[in-house]
């Protein structure tokens, strides 16, 4: 007991042993209970929160939480646990006010602890995102699945330009107003700086108030075609049929010509088909008659349908076909285009002809 008592009161580095013994302490307890704590707070903050909802349960609210509130916590040992400490006389540190080792170590700790802070509210703003979302998708107008994901996303932004100056304020001691007002001065300047990041801000809102889409509908932009997934900030994410994702600025989306498939009430098919020259007339004459009457007949077409013997080809009698799905989606155009291709051959297989392609005849004169 006595040696321990010795220790305590032994000094090291200008330091007691209690001293010692205290940040050791706070730093373990920490790293212990950094665990248990964080779920604990993490439970209270969503019976205070999310408690009235049953669409995102709380073990997704722990798994958003947990680790930033852990980090948290680590950081708050470790500051008790400094506090208890002090730099020795002789080394002459200078003082947390000037520029030295002080104020590098206490301008750095501050600035990572209000970090772990904003990572927490960030989590936060995640989960209500994540609630919105579920509520988007029982909501049967397509609209709300847009406008939760870009939402979102300027609330985000916002909260980043809020850390921003906390940090400048708080940590490096600018005054955030004259910085305000100094930004207000060179606001032209920045415009110009960032014209095409603003180009595509403008463009998210007149995407939300024009609506020429929505998420889900089938469109083609330029040379891109597919399902709109995500209008986010700066740009529009496109998942094309390939599986791949495009990500499109918002200023195209708005400036180059825009078709809508969603919109169409009907999807037009369009090709020819090239018979030998060996057909015979009649034969051809029968061809296109049973491909009009199968297209007519197709319960998911409509009778707008056009079959004509169109061109005497290069190698192949040429017949048009041309007709309408009535249906916007995707999935039921390449099915009936599928199937009316199947039966097309039958009707060519029938009548005693074949498909033509393409050929040279070469005549030897002796």
């Known amino acids: ?5 010795l220790f305590l009161q032994s000094e090291h580095l200008g330091n007691s042993g209690m001293n010692y013994l205290m940040f050791i302490t706070a730093i373990l307890l920490g790293l212990l209970f950094k665990g248990l704590i964080s779920r604990y707070l993490s439970r209270s903050l969503y019976k205070i929160i999310g408690r009235k909802e ?29 506090n208890q400490l002090s730099f020795p006389e002789e080394w002459n540190i ?36 994540i609630l919105l979302q579920k509520r988007a998708e029982e909501s049967e107008n397509k609209m709300d699945d847009q406008l939760v994901p870009f939402a979102i996303e300027i609330i985000k932004f916002i909260s980043y ?58 469109v083609t932009v330029g040379t891109v075609t597919g399902t709109i997934e995500k209008v986010g900030f700066r740009s529009t994410r496109i998942k094309t049929f390939d599986r791949s994702i495009v990500t499109v600025p918002n200023k195209k ?8 498939l969603g919109l169409r009430a009907v999807r037009r098919v369009k090709f020819h088909i090239g018979l030998t020259y060996e057909t015979p007339a009649d034969s051809i004459k029968k061809i296109v008659a049973d491909i009009q009457i199968l297209i007519d007949e197709h ?32 999935e039921d155009l390449v099915n009936v285009k599928e199937d009316i291709n199947f039966k097309i051959m039958e009707v060519v297989k029938q009548h005693n002809s074949d498909f033509a392609f393409p050929s040279t005849t070469v005549y030897l004169q002796k």
């Open 161 to 218: 330009i809020f850390l921003i100056f906390i940090i400048l304020g708080e940590v490096f001691n600018v005054n955030a107003t004259g910085l305000i007002t100094g930004l207000g001065i060179g606001g032209i300047a920045l415009a110009m700086a960032s014209k095409e990041s603003l180009e595509n801000l403008l463009g998210s809102f007149t995407i939300f108030l024009d609506k020429p889409f929505t998420v889900g509908d089938v």
């Open 94 to 129: 200078a003082p947390a006010e000037e520029l030295g080792t002080r104020m590098i170590l206490s301008k750095g700790f501050s600035l990572i602890y209000i970090y772990s802070i904003f990572l927490i509210l960030k989590r936060v703003i995640s989960f209500f995102g």
């Open 253 to 260: 989306m708005i400036d180059a010509e825009l078709d809508n």
């Open 54 to 82: 049953k669409r995102v349960g709380v073990e997704k609210f722990d798994e958003l939480l947990t680790k930033p509130i852990a980090f948290f916590i680590i950081l708050s040992a470790i500051y008790f646990g400094v």
């Open 299 to 330: 319960p998911k077409t409509n009778q707008e349908g056009i079959v004509k013997f169109q061109e005497f080809g290069a190698s192949s009698l040429d017949i048009l076909i041309l007709y309408f799905v009535d249906s916007p989606l995707w």
């Open 1 to 5: 007991m006595n040696e321990i008592k």
